[in-house]
Nanobody, 124 residues
Framework: QVFLVESGGGLVQAGGSLRLSCAASGHAITDYALGWFRQAPGKEREFVAAISSSGGITNYADSVKGRFTVSRDNAENTVYLQMNSLKIEDTAVYYC?????????????????WGQGTQVTVSS
């Protein structure tokens, strides 16, 4: 069992930056790829970014490439999402998730454990 808790969300103006954190407990995250997903009101949950268990492979949605960076600190059992040049359309609840034994797929159903989410609101 892996428990995930996101933090770092908030209100930011367009063009600004935020860094999300996701702290894991219950099991060392070295066995898991970690992903970030988001869900805007009335929309499906969508993939944002992911990182392999070792951190050697990263994967990004086209909509965030060049603006967002995913990283992890296995010693601290934490994964991060640095979000720069934020746009209004980035507004959503952001979730982190753990994929056992994976490399960081974009496929939502591959992720077994989920956090409760953190709200990111980008204003004009």
């Amino acid at each position: 069992q892996v428990f995930l808790v996101e933090s770092g969300g908030g209100l930011v103006q367009a063009g600004g930056s935020l860094r999300l954190s996701c702290a894991a407990s219950g099991h060392a995250i070295t066995d898991y790829a970690l992903g970030w997903f988001r869900q805007a009101p009335g929309k499906e949950r969508e993939f944002v970014a992911a990182i392999s268990s070792s951190g050697g492979i990263t994967n990004y949605a086209d909509s965030v490439k060049g603006r967002f960076t995913v990283s992890r600190d296995n010693a601290e059992n934490t994964v991060y999402l640095q979000m720069n040049s934020l746009k209004i359309e980035d507004t959503a609840v952001y979730y982190c998730a753990a994929e056992e034994g994976g490399w960081g797929t974009q496929v939502l159903k591959k992720y077994k454990y989920w956090g409760q989410g953190t709200q990111v609101t980008v204003s004009s």
